[in-house]
């Protein structure tokens, strides 16, 4: 029986659990494929699910006993579901590659997204007045007004070198301190006759899902696997970290766990070569 079709009262552990294998085994179309869900997904699901429930108790609909017995289920019945499916960096060739087939604008994009591993989202919304290039380190400082963690009452910081500062250069002109640099208007104004054709936008502002479309026509027109833009975090996070080690790549990403970063930024393993032919 649905969860949904179920009173909150009426819902203890076991049949929590129950809902929850039910989820996991649940056939769902991706990509014109049936599947199920992955087992991150899953758990996803259910901590919203959970989180609807702490409202409930905090505005004194059900009793904090339900929240409590619900959270006794410990192993979460997800056999079921598919293993998570966990990014990896792309591959250097295909990334410069589809900035060749990409509209100007959206090359710069996907070049600052490449060299600084900030969120899609963070450069799309990316205004003059959230950037300081006064540094005197030679480096621009992006402090974002919106980004994953806020809600956490954490800043951000993202260290923009000297590649993502020529790639955002050009577009600041005429862009008031207030205003977004990368809108639908700069990806019209600039064009190059080897990329692939800009389409109407019905907005003012772009989201992270038009420079996802976008790469994806890049790939299909250059004949190239598909990739996707977040991909490019994997790659800046692993070069922040083989070149200023940990700390710098938690840094650079704004993890407030290093546990994290070592998801994003793979090990050097050059070094472990190294250390093994000394002592291994």
């Avoid at 050097?268 to 093994?276: E, H, V």
Wanted: proline share 7%; with cysteine.
């Amino acid at each position: 029986e649905s969860v949904a079709a179920v009173r909150l009262t009426d819902i203890g552990p076991k049949r929590f659990a129950a809902w929850v294998a039910d989820v996991a085994g649940q056939p769902i179309q991706r990509r014109g494929e049936m599947t199920t869900r992955t087992i991150t997904h899953v758990r996803k699901i259910v901590a919203e699910f959970l989180r609807l429930i702490e409202w409930c108790v905090a505005e004194e609909i059900i009793g904090p006993e339900k929240l409590v017995a619900l959270r006794a289920v410990r192993r979460l019945p997800v056999a079921a579901a598919r293993p998570p499916e966990f990014r990896t960096p792309v591959d250097e060739a295909k990334y410069q590659t589809i900035c060749q087939h990409l509209p100007p604008a959206f090359a710069a994009i996907v070049t600052v997204l490449r060299h600084s591993a900030a969120r899609p989202s963070e450069v799309l919304r990316m205004t003059p007045a959230e950037i300081d290039m006064h540094s005197e380190q030679g480096v621009w400082l992006l402090f974002p007004n919106k980004h994953k963690n806020m809600r956490f009452g954490r800043p951000k910081c993202v260290v923009l070198g000297p590649r993502c500062q020529d790639a955002i250069r050009p577009w600041l002109a005429g862009v008031s301190n207030g205003d977004r640099i990368f809108t639908p208007a700069s990806v019209a104004r600039v064009s190059s006759p080897s990329s692939i054709p800009t389409r109407k936008y019905r907005k003012a502002t772009l989201v992270a899902e038009d420079i996802r479309r976008a790469v994806k026509i890049a790939c299909r027109a250059a004949g190239i696997e598909h990739w996707v833009p977040y991909q490019l975090r994997h790659n800046s996070l692993t070069e922040f970290r083989q070149a200023g080690g940990l700390d710098a790549a938690q840094q650079q990403g704004g993890h407030s766990s290093s546990a994290v970063t070592e998801r994003y930024a793979a090990a050097d393993r050059s070094k472990a070569i190294a250390a093994a032919k000394l002592v291994g």
